[in-house]
């Protein structure tokens, strides 16, 4: 079955949008920790996303990656 023809070619409206767990590293001190991160899933590839601040050192970062 395909998609209708008002989607193809819709990135949004082809994706699934929603929270996870990944180890994020502090590239400054090296911490590692667990952080939620917004993932979006489309076309067979899930992106995600987060901005934190070190607990060890206070330093903002924002860290993304994909699988």
Same mark, same amino acid.
């Given at each position: =079955? &395909?998609?209708? =023809?008002? =989607?193809?070619? @819709?990135?949004?409206?082809?994706?699934?949008?929603?929270?996870?767990?990944? *180890?994020? *590293? !502090?590239?400054? !001190?090296?911490?590692?920790?667990?952080? *939620?991160?917004? *993932? @979006?899933?489309? /076309?067979?590839?899930?992106? +995600?996303?987060? %901005? +934190?601040?070190?607990?060890?050192? @206070?330093? &903002? /970062?924002?860290? %993304?990656? +994909?699988?």
């Amino acid at each position: =079955m &395909s998609e209708p =023809m008002y =989607m193809q070619g @819709d990135t949004i409206a082809t994706s699934n949008t929603g929270y996870a767990t990944q *180890e994020v *590293e !502090c590239t400054t !001190c090296g911490n590692l920790q667990e952080m *939620e991160v917004q *993932e @979006d899933y489309s /076309h067979g590839e899930t992106t +995600w996303y987060v %901005e +934190w601040s070190c607990p060890k050192c @206070d330093v &903002s /970062h924002t860290t %993304e990656g +994909w699988y």
